[in-house]
């Protein structure tokens, strides 16, 4: 059901009466509320959009911060936005979890903050990447880091197994830590076969980049297996890299990953700050959508999507021949941000499509045109600055328009009986809205479910006039009738019922 808020006003319109000339007329003017006092409803469609503090303290509408977006490739996908639930997508189950929430954070409105209690455990169900054993393909492994010291030997990430090597029991590794401000990335008998300078199955993967205590940065670890690339990422930048093959160039043979006995994931098990949007992907890493070149040649990340953001109300039902006349919005509009307001009207929107009945682009506070029906709809988009960091937002939408009146019936109603028919006959209406009139009729007091008259089923639309006789009606029978005006504005604007009238027809009448 939509929860808005309808203020009421009454104002008074000259509306143009080809038989009066020139007369007053009162229109219903009402207001719908979106946000604002009440809060926003459930949109029928949003895209990068979620809610903030607006103006007075009420909640608003603004662009959502970018966060990973699971695809078919999503293994696992952490992000912290339900605490009672912090997996949100992903064949994964929590072991342990011991990380809170704040709402410092990069993306969207929660984050995890970890107080070197042992963190997150997870365990992957057969068929998810670390809930699996055997040859393994591409894969990544992405998240938010905001450590609060950075000090040596915390652990981000931790996976540890084992696995037969020629009938040999072999131990497994993988593991993220901090080594001197840098992040350290080690992989023990991870890759099947394959051997370093050493003859050892280990691989260590160093940060070139110091970390900063209280600064977000990006991380993130991918094996390509097409190519046997092995790569460490930093802020969209690659900070250590090495062909896991043969010989250690693009020409070697390649190394997959094989995997042991499953066994848990473990995120944050010695870690002190921030993390967020932990992701695993089944394929090798790609740059998202919000990273951008910054000044200076160095790989950034905008805050907000360059395309911005878009929602759709759900279909708001006024009443017939409605006219908006007027979108009034309180909205923070910053410097190089922009925000467009569209509407859309119809009597049925069963059939609305996305683009059917089409969009009206309008301007908040001037006056709307062509725009009247049963149901209206608003939609908005809203754009960040140049560089993605500024976002608009939306307090309030407030939708003024007008109700056709209903007309009011006629007063003085009478009915003659006859020979299987009923004249019913009336005064105009003193409505001078009133185009037309419809007439009921049934065998029951206040039931007008009439079918058998020559002239069709109750109602019976008699035009404007001020006599309509029924026919084919049953000799001995009692029929009950009543009238209502319909608007000469919209004739599906039917007002109230006159006082009821009955008679009998007899045959010797």
Same mark, same amino acid.
């Given at each position: 059901?939509?929860?808005?808020?309808?203020?009421?006003?009454?104002?008074?319109?000259?509306?143009?009466?080809?038989?009066?000339?020139?007369?007053?007329?009162?229109?219903? !003017?009402?207001?719908?509320?979106?946000?604002?006092?009440?809060?926003?409803? &459930?949109?029928?469609?949003?895209?990068?959009?979620?809610?903030?503090?607006?103006?007075?303290?009420?909640?608003?509408?603004?662009?959502?911060?970018? @966060?990973?977006?699971?695809?078919?490739?999503?293994?696992?996908?952490?992000?912290?936005?339900?605490?009672?639930?912090?997996?949100?997508?992903?064949?994964?189950?929590?072991?342990?979890?011991?990380?809170?929430?704040?709402?410092?954070?990069?993306?969207?409105?929660? !984050?995890?903050?970890?107080?070197?209690?042992?963190?997150?455990?997870?365990?992957?169900?057969?068929? @998810?990447?670390?809930?699996?054993?055997?040859?393994?393909?591409?894969?990544?492994?992405?998240?938010?880091?905001?450590?609060?010291?950075?000090?040596?030997?915390?652990?981000?990430?931790?996976?540890?197994?084992?696995?037969?090597?020629?009938? !040999?029991?072999?131990?497994?590794?993988?593991?993220?830590?901090?080594?001197?401000?840098?992040?350290?990335?080690?992989?023990?008998?991870?890759?099947?076969?394959?051997?370093?300078?050493?003859?050892?199955?280990?691989?260590?993967?160093?940060?070139?980049?110091?970390?900063?205590?209280?600064?977000?940065?990006?991380?993130?670890?991918?094996?390509? =297996?097409?190519?046997?690339?092995?790569?460490?990422?930093?802020?969209?930048?690659?900070?250590?890299?090495?062909?896991?093959?043969?010989?250690?160039?693009?020409?070697?043979?390649?190394?997959?990953?094989?995997?042991?006995?499953?066994?848990?994931?473990?995120?944050?098990? &010695?870690?002190?700050?921030?993390?967020?949007?932990? +992701?695993?992907? +089944?394929?090798?890493?790609? @740059?998202?959508?919000?990273? =951008?070149?910054?000044?200076?040649?160095?790989?950034?990340?905008?805050?907000?999507?360059?395309?911005?953001?878009?929602? $759709?109300?759900?279909?708001?039902?006024? =009443?017939?021949?409605?006219?908006?006349?007027?979108?009034?919005?309180?909205?923070?509009?910053?410097?190089?941000?922009?925000? =467009?307001?569209?509407?859309?009207?119809?009597?049925?929107?069963?059939?609305?499509?996305?683009?059917?009945?089409?969009?009206?682009?309008?301007?908040?506070?001037?006056?709307?045109?062509?725009?009247?029906?049963?149901?209206?709809?608003?939609?908005?988009?809203?754009?960040?600055?140049?560089?993605?960091?500024?976002?608009?937002?939306?307090?309030?939408?407030?939708?003024?328009?007008?109700?056709?009146?209903?007309?009011?019936?006629?007063?003085? $109603?009478?009915?003659?009986?006859?020979?299987?028919?009923?004249?019913?006959?009336?005064?105009?209406?003193?409505?001078?809205? !009133?185009?037309?009139?419809?007439?009921?009729?049934?065998?029951?007091?206040?039931?007008?479910?009439?079918?058998?008259?020559?002239?069709?089923?109750?109602?019976?639309?008699?035009?404007?006039?001020?006599?309509?006789?029924?026919?084919?009606?049953?000799?001995?029978?009692?029929?009950?009738?009543?009238?209502?005006?319909?608007?000469?504005?919209?004739?599906?604007?039917?007002?109230?019922? @006159?006082?009821?009238?009955?008679?009998?027809?007899?045959?010797?009448?």
């Amino acid at each position: 059901m939509w929860e808005n808020c309808i203020r009421k006003n009454w104002i008074f319109t000259v509306i143009f009466n080809l038989a009066a000339c020139f007369c007053l007329s009162p229109l219903f !003017a009402k207001e719908v509320v979106l946000g604002g006092k009440a809060g926003w409803p &459930e949109f029928q469609s949003s895209q990068n959009i979620t809610t903030g503090k607006g103006r007075y303290g009420y909640e608003c509408i603004q662009l959502e911060t970018n @966060s990973f977006v699971s695809d078919r490739d999503t293994d696992l996908l952490i992000d912290f936005e339900d605490p009672r639930n912090i997996i949100s997508d992903g064949d994964y189950s929590i072991i342990k979890n011991n990380i809170g929430s704040t709402n410092q954070t990069k993306n969207e409105k929660l !984050a995890g903050l970890s107080r070197n209690l042992g963190g997150i455990s997870v365990e992957g169900k057969p068929g @998810s990447f670390f809930g699996s054993e055997g040859l393994m393909g591409s894969f990544s492994i992405e998240f938010w880091l905001c450590p609060s010291l950075v000090e040596n030997g915390e652990v981000i990430f931790n996976w540890e197994s084992s696995k037969v090597l020629d009938g !040999a029991l072999v131990y497994q590794q993988l593991a993220g830590m901090f080594n001197k401000g840098h992040m350290e990335w080690s992989f023990s008998n991870f890759f099947d076969g394959y051997k370093n300078k050493n003859e050892k199955n280990e691989i260590q993967l160093n940060g070139s980049s110091r970390l900063i205590p209280d600064e977000w940065s990006y991380h993130v670890i991918s094996f390509d =297996s097409e190519s046997g690339i092995l790569e460490y990422i930093l802020n969209g930048s690659t900070e250590d890299l090495l062909y896991v093959t043969s010989d250690g160039t693009e020409d070697g043979e390649i190394s997959l990953v094989y995997l042991g006995t499953p066994s848990e994931v473990d995120f944050c098990s &010695e870690y002190t700050g921030g993390i967020d949007e932990i +992701r695993i992907m +089944r394929r090798a890493y790609q @740059s998202p959508e919000f990273q =951008s070149a910054e000044y200076g040649g160095k790989i950034g990340f905008t805050q907000y999507l360059p395309q911005g953001g878009r929602f $759709v109300s759900r279909p708001i039902m006024v =009443s017939n021949g409605s006219i908006l006349k007027e979108l009034n919005a309180e909205v923070n509009v910053p410097s190089q941000t922009e925000v =467009s307001f569209f509407v859309r009207s119809g009597d049925n929107f069963f059939n609305w499509t996305d683009n059917y009945p089409e969009w009206k682009s309008v301007k908040s506070g001037e006056l709307i045109s062509g725009v009247n029906g049963l149901y209206f709809q608003v939609a908005a988009e809203l754009l960040p600055d140049g560089n993605g960091g500024i976002s608009p937002s939306i307090t309030e939408i407030a939708l003024t328009f007008e109700e056709l009146p209903e007309p009011l019936p006629p007063f003085v $109603v009478k009915a003659v009986a006859g020979n299987a028919c009923v004249t019913v006959s009336w005064n105009y209406s003193v409505d001078d809205t !009133a185009g037309g009139y419809y007439l009921y009729y049934g065998n029951r007091p206040g039931e007008y479910l009439g079918r058998i008259a020559v002239e069709g089923e109750s109602p019976i639309d008699v035009g404007n006039t001020t006599s309509f006789t029924v026919t084919g009606l049953e000799n001995g029978k009692i029929y009950y009738f009543a009238l209502a005006a319909w608007s000469a504005h919209d004739k599906r604007v039917v007002g109230e019922l @006159s006082k009821e009238v009955f008679a009998r027809p007899l045959a010797y009448r």
